[in-house]
């Protein structure tokens, strides 16, 4: 059974680091990985998507790498920014018509 | 529409009472997945479509829950005799046919509160 994991918990910084995010998942059969953020109350917005054959993806200040092999993804935010704010999510799926399984996520603050 | 549509957005129930859930897919979107989520947990897979047919049901934590999909198009979760329990936001997403780039869309959520 996939078990995905995210590290740190929480994290607080101030406005302007870069921070990683981490992901880890057990069963390294996966179809894709796919990063989420979720503002509190709200549903979840769809950062990026990592292929299983791919090793990154980036868009704008936010890059996220794939590391099948070792059960790892990290998501990298450069600059961060107040509006950064949010719990960010992390997803696998096994396969096309498979369910996504998610980790617990990771509560970001930014400080200004 | 433009994006996974759930509706109502937040609901009330006494405990015992049943309750209907829906969630309006982005049009033509083949798959649909039903989540739940407690506060301060990751979502936790409850259901699976493709088109009409509900291929994965083994999420649905008692039989007191029941999700449907009759013409392929819109979903209904159902849950009977509401418990505390029970009390969650219920995520809907769905995905188009396609290969490992196919990206899954959220709707905002029924948060449901039994009281």
């Known amino acids: 059974k996939q078990e995905v994991t995210q590290i740190p918990a929480a994290l607080s910084v101030p406005e302007g680091e870069n921070l990683v995010l981490n992901c880890s998942f057990t069963?390294?059969?996966?179809?894709?990985l796919q990063w989420f953020r979720q503002d509190p109350g709200k549903g979840l917005t769809s950062l990026l998507l990592i292929q299983s054959s791919q090793r990154e993806q980036t868009s704008g200040r936010l890059n996220a790498s794939l590391d099948k092999s070792s059960g790892r993804s990290t998501l990298y935010i450069a600059a961060s920014q107040p509006g950064d704010s949010a719990t960010y999510l992390c997803?696998?799926?096994?396969?096309?018509?498979?369910?996504?399984?998610f980790g617990p996520g990771t509560r970001l603050s930014v400080l200004p | 529409g433009a994006g996974v549509s759930q509706s109502p957005r937040y609901k009330v129930a006494k405990r015992g009472q049943d309750v209907a859930l829906r969630c309006d897919p982005i049009s033509g979107h083949v798959s649909l997945f039903w989540y739940q989520q407690a506060l301060g947990q990751g979502p936790e897979f409850l259901t699976y479509?493709?088109?009409?047919?509900?291929?994965?049901k083994s999420g649905l934590p008692s039989d007191r829950f029941f999700a449907e999909r009759p013409e392929g198009s819109v979903s209904t979760l159902k849950i009977q005799r509401t418990q505390q329990e029970d009390s969650a936001v219920y995520l809907c997403a769905s995905t188009q046919v396609g290969g490992p780039n196919t990206e899954a869309f959220f709707g905002q959520g029924t948060r449901l509160t039994v009281v």
């Open positions: 997803a696998v799926r096994r396969d096309y018509g498979q369910n996504f399984v």
């Open positions: 479509f493709q088109n009409e047919a509900q291929l994965d």
């Open positions: 069963d390294s059969a996966i179809y894709n």
